[in-house]
Nanobody, 116 residues
Framework: QVQLVQSGGGLVQPGGSLRLSCAAS????????MGWYRQAPGAQRELVAQITKYDSTIYADSVKGRFTISRDNAKNTVYLQMSSLKPEDTAVYYCRVLLTNGNIYWGQGTQVTVSS
């Protein structure tokens, strides 16, 4: 069983920045991808950004140029730096880990609210 502990999030004004963190209990050697998803009220959960063990990244078109995903292998942690935040970025953000054996684990979710 892999534990994912998220931190960060909260309330920020439009144009502001936030950083989310997700620490995994799994060895970095067993992790294939680490990523962030979000779910707004009444909407489906969607991919925000993902990074692979080879450090290749993908981003949703809506966040390209504003969000940056990174990972610290020594800490088994993935980060999401969010800048130029917009009200439409408001959602619950979830960390997701895909292991090399195919198992998927989710974090507990953290609320991000962008509002003046």
């Amino acid at each position: 069983q892999v534990q994912l502990v998220q931190s960060g999030g909260g309330l920020v004004q439009p144009g502001g920045s936030l950083r989310l963190s997700c620490a995994a209990s799994a060895s970095i050697l067993s992790i294939y991808t680490m990523g962030w998803y979000r779910q707004a009220p009444g909407a489906q959960r969607e991919l925000v950004a993902q990074i692979t063990k080879y450090d290749s990244t993908i981003y949703a078109d809506s966040v390209k140029g504003r969000f940056t995903i990174s990972r610290d292998n020594a800490k088994n942690t993935v980060y999401l730096q969010m800048s130029s935040l917009k009200p439409e970025d408001t959602a619950v953000y979830y960390c997701r880990v895909l292991l090399t054996n195919g198992n998927i684990y989710w974090g507990q979710g953290t609320q991000v609210t962008v509002s003046s």
